[in-house]
């Protein structure tokens, strides 16, 4: 990964793979490749499920089609495992949650220094090709979810429905309020943090992990614990992806509901 005539020492190609490919600085800095991969793999999903949607048989069905149908299945008895209330939104989005983030977790599977290197013959510098190992793109998506559960409470509540579960919960007397106003807005700001804390720190470590085995161990000897932890991260990647999607649903489930 370097420039010709350079030599990268092990902390150096460390470095070189963890850093983003930004425009901007500080605060304000944006993450292009993030951004980059994380839109072109949610367009690829919607591509590839319209396109399923739209040749799909009633007979017997393609492999492609099984196996869409198989994650539609799947996600919809989950949702409906935790999800009581009567939504339109609820299901789609879970299902778009599950499947996004599984491919964007996916890129993890791919070798370190493919695309990285390819994009470095082309002129770009760095590129990180793992979206969810970027907090900026996992906290983004737990926010979004956030602001779903404020408008669902405040819509199926009322503001002032809304008002008194931040107020009257769990001690329900007037002189408790400024208590239950602390333990239920930390309550709520948790939900989105862990949510997005949760798939960033899995994630992270996981890349972590390819990039310490590229950078430490000679070439031939990296297969002996490349192939084991991309064995097992297959379960990680796809164990997150549930897990983002179910707690998405478990919290606009709870949103819905009357205390």
Same mark, same amino acid.
């Given at each position: 990964?370097?420039a ?11 470095s070189?793979?963890?850093?983003h ?16 991969? !994380?839109?072109?793999? *949610?367009? +690829? &999903? %919607?591509?590839? @499920?319209?396109?399923?949607?739209? /040749?799909?048989?009633? #007979? ?19 949702v ?6 009567k ?33 470095q ?18 906290? !983004?998506?737990?926010? *979004?979810? +956030? &602001? %779903?559960?404020? @408008?669902?409470?405040?819509?199926? /509540?009322?503001?002032? #429905? ?31 943090i ?12 996981g890349e ?25 991260h ?21 949103a819905?509901?009357e205390?």
């Amino acid at each position: 990964m370097a420039a010709t005539g350079d030599v990268l020492t092990s902390q150096d190609y460390i470095s070189h793979h963890l850093a983003h490919l930004q425009v901007g600085s500080g605060f304000w800095a944006l993450n292009i490749d993030s951004l980059l991969v !994380s839109v072109v793999l *949610g367009i +690829f &999903f %919607l591509w590839l @499920f319209r396109k399923v949607a739209i /040749k799909s048989t009633g #007979g017997v069905p393609g492999k492609l089609q099984c196996a869409v149908e198989l994650v539609v299945e799947f996600v919809d008895n989950s949702v409906r495992d935790v999800f009581h209330a009567k939504s339109r939104l609820v299901a789609p989005l879970a299902l778009t949650v599950f499947v996004w983030v599984f491919l964007m977790n996916l890129m993890d599977l791919l070798p370190v220094d493919l695309l990285p290197h390819a994009a470095q013959l082309a002129g770009i510098p760095y590129l990180r090709v793992v979206p969810t190992a970027d907090v900026n793109v996992t906290m !983004s998506m737990a926010f *979004g979810v +956030f &602001f %779903l559960i404020i @408008f669902y409470s405040i819509r199926e /509540k009322g503001v002032s #429905g809304f008002i008194k579960e931040l107020t009257l919960q769990p001690l329900n007397h007037w002189s408790m309020i400024p208590v239950n106003l602390v333990l239920e807005t930390v309550s709520l700001l948790a939900k989105p943090i862990s949510l997005g804390l949760r798939l960033f720190g899995n994630m992270y470590a996981g890349e972590m992990i390819f990039v310490l085995i590229a950078g430490l161990l000679p070439w031939w000897s990296q297969w002996a614990l490349n192939v084991p932890w991309a064995i097992f991260h297959i379960l990680i990647i796809t164990l997150q992806a549930f897990i983002f999607m179910i707690l998405t649903a478990v919290y606009l489930s709870m949103a819905h509901e009357e205390h």
